[in-house]
């Protein structure tokens, strides 16, 4: 049985009825499939079925149960799945390969799915980049909106162009036009064709952050419906749409997703946010079907922002987020990501340079607090541990955005000086020690994390 193959040796093991001859083509098939996980397990599987078939046949509800007492039987240990499968069930990032037929050429893409672009606002999104459709995200100031941008330009990997929209915001800025150091091509125009700024191709998407898109003067946003009407659409000969900039020059359409944010509805004048202007109820039409209201999310804050460093700065400033929603304060200012941020970061130096006592400063990037400290040795050996700053530093300076009387309405309901005694006895304990069982247990419950 030396030359045989593997499909005549699965031939003699179903159809032979010679015991001893099927019993040697079942040992060479084992010997064939050595190493073969699914193939052993079938192996078994055919000698559990003929064995049984000698005394009696066999009807499909004993075959089902053939198969899954033996199934039961062979567990599969967590080392034995392949890596993909691992990571997501540690909810890891996890790298995946795509494969994209475009018409004539093959595209193939490497990118990291992680748990900002599991996130179900940023699925619809994801959607909405297929279909090319305009999105428009809005809600309270701090929720995330242009983060959304940010972490939308890494995944696809993508060039990102922002316009800081304001009342001053010009045709010049999105169309292009003649300056006097000659022609300046537009923002938009450039991220529509996927262009540089000296008009080379980027050879590369683009993604179009409209930011605070109600703060435009309306005449200036009809600029932008032509452009917004022509992402997604195709002319009489199925060709991408094209546009024309300040000169006249046909740009044609490259691979482009325009998002816009703001804090209310396009069509609506909020009086929280005073320079809002209403829009037009065209420029609202050209984000029909893609207009999401965007929450804070504190879980995401916590998990996926500050990867859960350290507690004690998180909970508060999460009471303190409320309290000035709670006080109509929003207008002054308001807890953010980037508030977040700049507290765990500030925290995370101050504790680096404190602990050298004026001796080497340690440089360590640590990309779970941002990257911090940066390595910039001038900067670290400067900076004296009598007079780094400190995360009460960090939130004077946010309180000042407020009235006194604001500023003192929200520490006292927030026992801010009771939070200040708690930072002390946490700058006591090693860094991967301060979040106390306690703590982890509040924040658990407050998000609803099992």
Known sequence: M????KKELMDIVEENDNPIIQDLAKRKMQDEFEGDAVAQKMIQLSQLLSASQQSANLDENEVKRIVREEIETDKIKFDDLDDTIKRLLNNQPTTVTLTINQGSTVKVVKTTIDDAIKRPLMQKVLSDVLARNNVYLYGGAGTGKTFLAGTL???LDWNLIVVNCNQFTSALELIGGQTIDGYQEGKVIRAFGNL????????????LLLDELPKIDPNTAGILNSVLASIGQYDEDFKSATIQNAKGDVIER?????MATGNSLLNTKDAEYEANFKQDLSLQDRFAGSTYKVFVDEKFEWTNILYKKWAFIFLYLVKLRKTIQDEGFTSKAFVSVR???SVQKTYNVFRNIKQSRGSSIASTEDPEVSFTPA???QALIGVQPEGVKTVEDSMDEFFSLFTTEQADILKTKTDYNGWLNIVKEKNKLPLDKINSDAEIAEINNMLGIQ
């Open 254 to 258: 490259g691979d482009c997703f325009i």
């Open 153 to 155: 330009k890494k995944f």
């Open 196 to 207: 540089n700024p000296d008009g080379s191709p980027m050879n590369k998407g683009c993604i």
């Open 375 to 377: 390595a910039i040795s």
């Open 2 to 5: 030396e030359n045989i193959t």
């Open 339 to 341: 508030l977040m941020l």
